[in-house]
């Protein structure tokens, strides 16, 4: 299993695509958050925050994890690989997880040079150090739940067909119900009591929770489920070429 996640880093970072969403997603928030003069800018948000940041970074994932997810399974079918990589030593759990595990790498190593950010801020506050460390913090470990969450979805649209092209469409579409789907379900005030319950299925209100700081168990909970909820349909799908 470690030798095929060594192998699914490797095919990341020896293709293009990998390099291509790291600099779009650094390029991208670097450009709104610096440099032009909108409401994301943090010059002008007049509070040592990245708080804009945080907002926007999911944004970008919407189409960015897609794009790193869409060869996953979609590349292996089209190519005629798959057949190969089930007849290895290795459970289809192993094999998914081994994809899963190299597409959160590549997120978390998107994230780590926007640490620069936190930094500028840090020193930029007045008085130094005068941002929410903590709240910072909890950003962080959201994005990275959520940047892990739209990886399992994108994995499991991925193993659905044997077109990438139809397969980020898909994931885009997913993720994008998932995390503000059921926001927009909630804002119709449909369903009386059950809005509430509604809301908490969408991934933004569990972000948006992890973004002040403070780690709630339900949160973690809630992205555990969902993100082994997809690998579980995964399995499903690969499981499907047999019957």
Known sequence: MLELLKKEIRGFLSSLIGYVVIIVFLLINGLFLWVFPLQFNVLDYGYASLENFFILSPILFLFLIPAITMRMFA???????????????????????????????L???????????????????????????????????????????????????????????VSFIISVFLC?????????????????????????????????????GVIDTRDVLYFFSLIGLFILLTKISLESRKW
Not at 107 to 120: E, N
Not at 190 to 195: A, E, R, V
Request: proline share 2%; net charge negative.
């Open 107 to 165: 997120v978390v190593i998107a994230l780590l040079p926007t640490l620069i950010y936190f930094y500028s801020v840090y020193y930029l506050g007045l008085p130094k150090g005068n941002i929410d460390i903590g709240g910072t913090w909890g950003s962080y470990i959201g994005l990275i739940f959520l940047g892990s969450a739209f990886v399992a979805i994108g994995m499991f649209c991925s193993s659905i067909t044997d077109n990438q092209i």
């Open 75 to 105: 590349e292996e079918k089209r190519s005629g690989t798959i057949e190969m990589l089930m007849t290895k030593p290795l459970t289809d759990l192993q094999i998914i997880f081994s994809k899963y595990l190299a597409g959160v790498l």
């Open 176 to 212: 994008g119900f998932v995390y503000l789907g059921f926001e927009f379900i909630y804002s119709l005030a449909l369903f009386g009591n059950f809005d509430l319950f509604i809301q908490t299925l969408g991934i933004n209100a569990h972000y948006t929770s992890m973004s002040r």
